[in-house]
T-cell receptor
Framework: NAGVMQNPRHLVRRRGQEARLRCSPM?????VYWYRQLPEEGLKFMVY????????ESGMPKERFSAEFPKEGPSILRIQQVVRGDSAAYFC?????????????FGQGTRLTVV | GNSVTQMEGPVTLSEEAFLTINCTYT??????LFWYVQYPGEGLQLLLK?????DKGSNKGFEATYRKETTSFHLEKGSVQVSDSAVYFC????????FGTGTRLTIIP
């Protein structure tokens, strides 16, 4: 059973371009979470999705950022018109059940650099 | 929602020292409690968990006991190694899987 797969591992974008980050959860997991981490800082929650539904997006910036988890295929975090401040590591996690009592499994992250 | 207060870092210890990282939580009801660890350049991974009061989670020499009376879940290890250098996150199960800032631990030979 493969772990949570994120790709690409490293992504370089010029200011104004779009960044698409992909996350394939573990097999059988229907709950997906996205986080952003700056160097030497903790994980900042962005969004929680459960197959085709956004459960909580309270950590997502209101503009330029969107996330989806379609019925088929990976979850996608999309950042439009990237700016230098978007440079960070973005982590995805998945769980089989509700986060209150179920452990989560993390991917290796995508390191986005905006030049 | 549930939240956590975790010992601030960074923490620096010598190899073979005793480790305690304090964690107290606020929670609705009695959720599971987790410790996650993040090694350099990697995502978080579960270190240990406890699902109910008085449960002790353990893994790789680390232990933590779910204390309902003191709402605590302190992480301990009797003899740390250089390879334990990482960032440690305490997390009560909650509605959307959020974490605190973590505690950075550095073990020096």
């Amino acid at each position: 059973n493969a772990g949570v797969m994120q790709n690409p591992r490293h992504l370089v974008r010029r200011r104004g371009q779009e960044a698409r980050l992909r996350c394939s959860p573990m097999k059988g997991h229907s709950h997906v979470y996205w986080y952003r981490q700056l160097p030497e800082e903790g994980l900042k929650f962005m969004v929680y999705l459960q197959k085709e539904n956004i459960i909580d997006e309270s950590g997502m910036p209101k503009e330029r950022f969107s996330a989806e988890f379609p019925k088929e295929g990976p979850s996608i975090l999309r950042i439009q018109q990237v700016v230098r401040g978007d440079s960070a590591a973005y982590f995805c996690a998945s769980s089989q059940g509700q986060p209150r009592n179920t452990e989560a499994f993390f991917g290796q992250g995508t390191r986005l650099t905006v030049v | 929602g549930n939240s956590v207060t975790q010992m601030e870092g960074p923490v620096t210890l010598s190899e073979e020292a005793f480790l305690t990282i304090n964690c107290t939580y606020t929670a609705t009801g009695y959720p599971s409690l987790f410790w996650y660890v993040q090694y350099p350049g990697e995502g978080l991974q579960l270190l240990l968990k406890a699902t109910k009061a008085d449960d002790k989670g353990s893994n790789k020499g680390f232990e933590a006991t779910y204390r309902k009376e003191t709402t605590s879940f302190h992480l301990e290890k009797g003899s740390v190694q250089v390879s334990d250098s990482a960032v440690y996150f305490c997390a009560p199960g909650n509605e959307k899987l959020t974490f605190g800032t973590g505690t950075r631990l550095t073990i020096i030979p």
